[in-house]
């Protein structure tokens, strides 16, 4: 178990290619980057954060419409929210809107200066879009 008195707060950008991932700082203030993984390199990553550092909340990112409405997408993220319970049955897992946080990823990644090649870097925007929901979940609470 881990010795820190805090635990970190994850977030899931759940995308049907990649999975990005972020933390946030043992004080959940500030979101930090993970990486952006595959569905088995998910379950190691979640495995060795609960191991390392532990783990108080999974935060996924639910893709709701403009208007606030289902859409094809929240129904593979409530099968993946299911199956996050079925294999972390001690962690709550929460999920929270995450409209437009591609986007707003997208506009973070140009404003740092990153260049159109870094930013079509596979996985950049996921982990950074896993950032935004988590930031916006921390920035709330």
Do not use: W
């Not at 099968?79 to 319970?85: A, P, S, T």
Request: aromatic share 6%.
């Amino acid at each position: 178990m881990p010795s820190t008195r805090y635990r970190r707060v994850v977030a899931i950008d759940y995308g049907t290619k990649r999975i990005g991932v972020a933390r946030s700082d043992p004080l959940g203030m500030f979101a930090q980057p993970v990486g952006t993984f595959d569905i088995d390199g998910l379950q190691e990553v979640l495995d060795g954060l609960l191991r390392q550092d532990g783990i108080d909340r999974i935060i996924v990112g639910y893709p709701l419409s403009d208007r606030g409405t289902a859409n094809r997408m929240t129904t593979v993220i409530d099968r993946f929210v299911e199956e996050l319970v079925r294999l972390f049955p001690s962690i709550p897992i929460e999920t929270v809107d995450e409209h437009s946080s591609s986007k707003e990823a997208r506009r973070i990644l140009v404003d740092s200066g990153s260049s159109r090649k870094q930013r079509k870097v596979k996985g950049r925007v996921d982990t950074a879009a896993a950032c935004v929901i988590l930031q916006s979940y921390l920035d709330s609470d």
